[in-house]
Nanobody
Framework: QVQLVESGGGLVQAGGSLRLSCAAS????????MAWFRQAPGKDREFVAA????????YYTDSVKGRFTISRDNAKKTVYLQMNSLKPGDTAVYYC???????????????????WGKGTLVTVSS
């Protein structure tokens, strides 16, 4: 099994930045890729960004392209989400997720992930 623990959430003003971290432990050798999802109040959980664990390929949802950057440190078994130019619409609980399956990033959704963290709250004030 794989355990994921997020950190780095908080309150920030619009236009500001935050960096989220996700530390993985357990049987991490099985992981093919890691991703970030988010869930705003009253909305479904949605995909934000993904990165392959070995090759480092990345993929983003359109609404965060140019503002968010996903990266990983394999030695630390940690994935990061650098969030810049934050908007009130980015307010959500952000979840780290992982999958053992080599599926296309464009097919990532809640049902395709094998592992989940408990989430970290990001609040962007106007």
């Amino acid at each position: 099994q794989v355990q994921l623990v997020e950190s780095g959430g908080g309150l920030v003003q619009a236009g500001g930045s935050l960096r989220l971290s996700c530390a993985a432990s357990g049987r991490t050798d099985s992981i093919y890729a890691m991703a970030w999802f988010r869930q705003a109040p009253g909305k479904d959980r949605e995909f934000v960004a993904a990165i392959s664990w070995r090759g480092g390929s990345t993929y983003y949802t359109d609404s965060v392209k140019g503002r968010f950057t996903i990266s990983r440190d394999n030695a630390k078994k940690t994935v990061y989400l650098q969030m810049n130019s934050l908007k009130p619409g980015d307010t959500a609980v952000y979840y780290c997720a992982g999958t053992d399956d080599s599926i296309y990033f464009s097919d990532y959704d809640v049902g395709t992930m094998d592992y989940w963290g408990k989430g970290t709250l990001v609040t962007v004030s106007s």
